[in-house]
């Protein structure tokens, strides 16, 4: 039993440590597109120091991005053998346009980065839009194959065996779409805000520093539009999973008892034991509508799910409630950008909008931690929803602590050694200037 | 369609091993190179490395994928008892390649430089050793078809004379075809008479493990040299490699490298394809005889069909795009 947990936490640190680094290759790209535009456009050569610097960081956090990536596709069969083994051929038809649109993202980053007086200027630029592009495919192929496991189509299942495989129809499974939408803008908002929270803090200290500024009034846009976009993909994702997976929704908002005009919970202390929540704000109705649409409609809850059926509750409650907060946290802060640009309009970057965009720094990045384990401990204890369970695909190895510990120490120490180096970048940019 | 997905199989892991291979083989050099010269060196290095670093490490991504999607039972099986040496080459991966690109693209230069080159070097060592450990385990048969005792099931089918033998083989490889791509990147001066040097002592090394592989077969009771001489196209393949050895001795001081190269690539081609021709059709041999085939143990028909097509369609997108990569960081910069 304990090698099951330590399977788990293996695979869950593997990936929480891999998506910090995919979202930023998924869109980093796109504000160093960006900012190379506006050089080529202006000829400003603050937007070429800036791009450069940019790029260097998408160098190093794309290697970690790859290399974690690698170690994720060797871990799949190796704590989880029996899951691969009937799931690769069903849902690999992403895998392989994942791992295309990944290679193709390896290309054109080593002709961007090695590109700069070799080739056209435009074709350069191309090159570097190319990344971004084939980053976020790849992104979104890896997710198709995670909602798979959410919403697995595509076979029959009989005597525990796949039959009448179909690997087009797995790939556009009920939560491809509403899973890779949510994903793909949360990338921008946590890499978007990110960033920007970093130039906001070296703009703060240094108000005159013009490449701060500069940064800052690219990557805003990201953040802003995806933020506002965010909470209408969170709606669909929040009805899809009330009609597919009720028992995940049921987790996420902590709803022990089906009811009609359910509650939404704010806050709260879930007793797994009592089956209660405590202290808790609660809004009547909202759950119905936000699951249905209809304020009095019933909500299934953990009652009509089979006790060995169940997620664990409490965590998954509390990261969705994380979730949700950073979500609203960060779409008020992007109305506040708007509120200054278009009906202050004079000093748009005041030190409060300022502050509030260095809180939001590393938000993005919890609130996608936070969503993925809604969306994994929420699927438990299935592996493949309704077909497989997670302890049934477990490899017979014994002594998983160990693999757990290497991996553990490993990421920890890359986790210290990139942050140091991601510090030394920005701040040998202010220091340029 | 199951021919297509193996010759992939069988391209994608020469590329890795050609591509990928000389990448780890400059790790292994960095290691003799004197620390007066280690900086103009790891320049060096980077200009020639650094922009198809990331490319050449993706093909073994495509391997790994072409395994689970088209052949998942050898992958799980693969997985589940060579757990210990997989872990292990991961763990080198991603030390190598967050080394090199800290130590590259950091943008402060200090101490810390010294400590990348460190990690990268050791393993450079590490890895390629691993992945010949692993080839080793498939092909000598020791893996249980019954779980024993944790020693008996996870450590011996690996930790044996044999397959270490081709960790180190792989590994002589690895430095060898480095040793010959650096030999071009630099057209003269003091650094292409060393790397010529090096290429021919690592050549050397190269001929006697693999020399030392046929004997750790006969003291790990593997008749390997039975599974040569009864099969046609390893065979072949093996003479044709050793019969090149006399003709790239003459290449080396040859001006223009590009034919030592070729002829490099076309001597680890046929050590590749000697391997695929003694394990066909089985990808890995069990402790009671029995093998794991890859024809039986196929994905369905329309998976194998879909990852064919994306297989070729992947090509046609990034084939052209990795030659123009090879071809653009070879010009000359403009100033």
Partial sequence: MD??????????????????????????????????????????????????????????????????????????????????????????????????????????????????????????????????????????????????????????????????VDPVAAMFNDAWFTQALHMTIAAFIATGFGVAGVHAYYLLKNPDNDIHLKALNVVIWFAVISALLQPISG?????????????????????????????????????????????AIEIPGLLSFLAHNDFNKEVIGLDQIPEDEQPPVAIVHYAFQIMVGIGFYLMFVALYYLYRRFIVKKDIFAPLLLKLLCVATPLGFIAVEAGWIVTEVGRQPWIIYGIMKTKDSLTPMPGLIYPFLLTVGVYLILAVVVTWLMIRQFRSISKNT | MIWIVLFFLALSTYLYCLLGGADFGIGVHELFVKSKRKRAHEDIVKEAMGPVWEANHMWLIIVVVILFVGFPKVYAEGSTHLHI???????????????????????????????????????????????????????????????????????????????????????????????????????????????????????????????????????????????????????????????????????????????????????????????????????????????????????????????????????????????????????????
């Avoid at chain 2, 008996?152 to 430095?175: D, H, K, M, Q, R």
């Avoid at chain 2, 695929?276 to 005889?289: R, V």
Wanted: hydrophobic share 55%; aromatic share 14%.
């Fill in chain 1, 235 to 279: 709606d669909l994702s929040a009805k899809d999973i009330a009609k597919r997976q009720p028992a995940k929704l049921a987790a996420a908002e902590a709803l022990f008892e089906t009811k009609t005009s359910a509650p939404l919970l704010i806050g709260g202390i879930v007793n797994e034991e009592e089956k209660t929540v405590d202290y």
């Fill in chain 2, 85 to 335: 040496p997989i872990m292990l080459m991961l763990i080198g991966i991603i030390m190598r390649g967050c080394a090199f690109s800290f130590r590259h693209y950091d943008s402060v230069e200090d101490g810390s430089r010294k400590y990348y080159s460190l990690i990268f070097s050791i393993s450079s060592l590490l890895t390629p050793i691993m992945l010949g450990v692993i080839v080793g385990a498939l092909t000598l048969g020791r893996i249980q078809t019954e779980p024993l005792g944790y020693y008996e099931t996870y450590v011996n089918p690996w930790l044996n004379v044999f397959s270490f033998a081709v960790g180190l083989f792989v590994l002589s490889i690895f430095t060898f075809l480095a040793g010959v791509f650096m030999i071009g990147e630099q057209s003269i001066g003091a650094f292409r008479l060393n790397y010529i040097r090096r290429a021919k002592i690592s050549h050397i090394v190269m001929v006697i493990m693999g020399g030392l592989v046929f004997l750790a077969a006969e003291l790990s009771g593997l008749n390997l040299a039975e599974k040569f001489l009864k099969n046609h196209i390893a065979l072949v393949a093996i003479f044709l490699a050793t019969a090149s050895h006399g003709w790239l001795w003459l290449l080396f001081n040859i001006k223009s490298a590009w034919r030592l190269r070729f002829l490099t690539g076309f001597q680890l081609l046929m050590v590749v394809v000697a391997w695929f021709a003694i394990m066909y059709p089985n990808a890995l041999y069990y402790a009671d005889g029995s093998a794991l085939s890859l024809l039986e143990h196929a994905a369905p028909a329309k998976t194998l069909f879909m990852l064919s097509l994306a297989l070729i369609i992947g090509s046609v997108i990034f084939l052209p795009l990795l030659t123009y990569l090879f071809v653009v960081f070879k010009r000359p910069v403009k100033k």
């Fill in chain 1, 3 to 164: 090698d099951l947990l330590f399977a788990r936490y293996q695979m869950a640190i593997s990936l929480g440590f891999h998506i910090i680094f995919a979202c930023v290759g998924m869109t980093m790209p796109f504000f160093m597109a960006v900012s190379h535009w506006k050089w080529l456009k202006t000829g400003d050569e603050v937007y070429l120091r800036l791009t450069k610097a940019w790029s260097k960081g998408v160098a190093i956090l794309f290697a970690t991005g790859a290399v974690s990536g690698t170690m994720l596709s060797f871990e799949l069969g190796l704590l989880w053998p029996k899951f691969m083994e009937h799931a690769g051929p069903i849902f690999g038809m992403p895998f392989s346009l994942e791992g295309t649109a990944f290679f193709l993202e390896a290309i054109a980053l080593g002709i961007y980065l090695y590109g700069w007086n070799r080739i056209p200027p435009y074709v350069h630029w191309f090159f570097g839009i190319l990344v971004g592009i084939a980053g976020t495919a790849s992104g979104i192929f890896v997710v198709a194959a995670n909602a798979w496991m959410n919403a697995p189509a595509g076979f029959e299942w009989v005597n525990g065996q796949a039959i009448n």
